[in-house]
């Protein structure tokens, strides 16, 4: 059993390279191996809600992800009685899943139909099914730029192409899940830039979350409900992410960027190395007891690009946007949203969507998310979260009634080898994103989700950049090479890319100036303290375990604390309310100092200093009596030396004489 939580653990050694024939959707009486749940989603079909309905809707879409994933856990949880009695599946859990789903549309029909005209036709998505474990929705064509076996020729390096359950969760990822880089072929291109066109960039450095903020809520697509993404996400600028946030408080939350002009939310799944370690998330929900299990690897670096449009000037971005591209069920509901891309350092030419790549020696995975850039002109956001921004076309054009806003395109590296599939992970272990429980951790479902809290006098400076066709912002340095010329290979006789997978904390690379101080979720200072206090340390990376009183664990918030709140006033003008320090989130005594050197970092170049008032970059404390006796006896030897010569050659002299 996973900690509380009662997954059945599946072998992955054993599992992840089994062979098996299963195809296709299947009665709900056949025996599958590693059968997965589908159910027809009903959030992507809602997509006009009255806003007095979209509160309830949004509770009953959260309840029901959770019917599937309780199902889900139970059928892991009979396989024995399964594969005694066929029929068991059906009568114990796809029918009273059904009814379940059933009452909770009805209750969303009902919403709908107090504020407006009541929907037909939703109880038609009631049923759910069994799918074999190696194909989704009536396996659909592979998302545009994959290379799967079929379809490329491109295959996975694994012996055998596995389609068991596996994985420490005991639902996945399998060997088949994951294929060569090398044995890509070059597959990205982009749209030819016009007259008109914005070509200019704009960076915001916001850190890789060294310091651990993580939940498995998801605040744009089920808020006010714990645990609604049944999996647990990284969180990079905004530090007051959880499902209760409003918009009040993330305007008044404290960031990680180095501009503190860019309060935005950044947020993705986090990614683990299959391994045996027991994260603190090991026995709760959205973790271990939803089969993301294993040691939570901390990005190696983070870059957070906003690009133009090739055919147009860029507008503004309306505060509070919310965006989120691909799709976190798309293993079940097929690739049509899905938009995640992997690849390897040196070989961004080629990108996987339905595969995790397998990097050659000295080569770093590489996570890319480039989000919708088209906006309705109205809406920060829709109903089903999707149809208020649209993607470019193939010529890089919007679609008629949107207009062109800044892209945001992030990118993520980590530091982790290419996993040893031919004994299951052993040796190496497997890696995959956290997921619904019944999406197998397929990196088809991989997303990223964004909430822009930039202040509108950053967003203006941010257009003018991209229209102007300059590079601008605090994370400009830190660009990667530019992905349309041939990218650099690694040396063959490179060294790996990551340390063994036993010490595979992952510290980050980033200036500590861009990472929030202190264990914090929402990074303010204690009620009372001023703005411009320097910090005095910050939470280590997570796993790394240095740091008197620290756990080496990741933190973990799926519930909000009591917020005191006084009044200040904003960077970008008006009164808000600003939180104090919640009392479950000061740093504890003796953490590690935010620079690895114990030296002052600079505020990155360009970046002006924070207004009266406003919240500085963290700073290591510098020396202390040890440290400071360490440096001054060796000056105080050298200058007796100096001396005692002295004195010497002042006796030469006089006997001469």
């Not at 264990?519 to 001023?530: E, F, K, R």
């Amino acid at each position: 059993m996973l900690g509380g939580g009662g997954l059945v653990a599946v072998n992955v050694y054993a599992s992840a390279t089994e062979n098996n024939g299963d195809q296709g959707q299947v009665a709900t009486g056949q025996v599958l191996s590693a059968p997965t749940i589908y159910c027809p989603d009903v959030g992507s079909r809602l997509t006009a809600v009255p806003d007095g309905a979209r509160a309830d809707v949004d509770r009953e879409l959260a309840q029901l992800d959770q019917q599937i994933a309780a199902a889900y856990q139970q059928l892991t949880q009979s396989a024995a009685e399964i594969e005694q009695n066929p029929g068991f599946a059906g009568q114990t859990i796809i029918d009273p899943l059904k009814a379940q789903r059933s009452e909770s549309l009805q209750r969303i029909a009902d919403a709908i139909g107090r504020e407006g005209d009541r929907p037909q036709g939703l109880d038609d998505l009631a049923a759910c099914t069994l799918r074999s474990s190696n194909q989704g929705a009536g396996q659909p064509a592979a998302p545009q730029g994959s290379a799967t076996p079929s379809q490329s020729g491109q295959g996975s390096a694994a012996p055998s192409q596995g389609t068991g359950a596996g994985g420490q969760g005991g639902n996945g990822p399998v060997a088949a899940d994951y294929a060569d880089i090398t044995s890509v072929q070059p597959n990205v291109s982009t749209p030819a830039e016009q007259a008109g066109g914005s070509t200019g960039t704009f960076s915001s450095s916001c850190g890789v979350n060294a310091n651990g903020l993580f939940n498995s809520d998801n605040v744009i697509v089920a808020p006010g409900v714990s645990n609604g993404a049944h999996h647990f996400h990284d969180y990079i600028g905004n530090q007051s992410n959880n499902a209760f946030a409003s918009d009040q408080d993330l305007a008044n939350a404290q960031t990680s960027c180095a501009d503190q002009g860019d309060k935005s939310t950044y947020y993705w799944p986090v990614l683990r190395l299959q391994n045996g370690k027991q994260e603190r998330d090991a026995d709760k929900p959205g973790g271990g007891t939803e089969g993301n299990a294993g040691q939570i690897v901390t990005a190696k670096q983070v870059t957070l690009t906003f690009e133009g449009n090739p055919t147009s000037k860029v507008t503004e971005m309306p505060r509070l946007l919310r965006i989120i591209t691909g799709d976190a069920k798309a293993f079940v509901n097929g690739p049509a949203n899905a938009n995640a891309s992997w690849s390897c350092t040196g070989y961004e030419d080629r990108q996987l969507k339905d595969k995790y790549p397998l990097c050659p020696s000295g080569s770093d995975v590489v996570r890319t998310f480039r989000f919708q850039s088209c906006w309705d002109g109205r809406n920060i956001d829709s109903a089903n979260h999707r149809t208020h921004v649209a993607f470019e076309g193939p010529d890089g054009s919007c679609p008629a009634g949107f207009q062109a806003i800044p892209q945001l395109v992030q990118r993520i590296v980590y530091a982790v080898a290419a996993p040893s599939l031919q004994d299951g992970g052993r040796t190496v272990p497997l890696f995959a994103v956290d997921s619904f429980p019944e999406q197998l951790h397929k990196p088809v479902t991989d997303h990223g989700d964004f909430i822009n809290v930039f202040d509108e006098s950053l967003m203006r400076k941010m257009v003018d950049c991209i229209n102007s066709g300059r590079k601008c912002g605090a994370g400009a340095d830190e660009q990667p090479p530019s992905q349309s010329a041939e990218p650099s290979r690694p040396s063959e006789t490179a060294s790996p890319s990551e340390p063994p997978a036993e010490t595979q904390s992952a510290e980050p690379s980033e200036p500590a100036t861009q990472q929030p101080s202190s264990d914090q979720s929402s990074s303010q200072p204690p009620a009372g303290t001023p703005a411009t206090v320097t910090a005095t340390a910050t939470a280590t990376a997570p796993g790394s375990g240095s740091g008197s009183g620290s756990t080496g664990l990741p933190r973990v918030y799926a519930t909000p604390s009591p917020k005191k709140t006084s009044t200040t006033k904003s960077s970008g003008g008006g009164v808000i309310s600003e939180p104090t320090q919640r009392p479950d989130t000061e740093a504890p005594t003796g953490s590690a100092a935010a620079s690895p050197t114990g030296t002052a970092v600079a505020a990155p170049a360009g970046q002006e200093p924070p207004g009266t008032g406003a919240q500085t970059e963290p700073q290591a404390v510098q020396g202390g009596l040890a440290e400071t006796g360490a440096h001054l006896w060796p000056a105080a030897f050298g200058g007796l030396l100096l001396l005692s010569g002295a004195a010497l050659l002042w006796r030469t002299k006089r006997t001469s004489f």
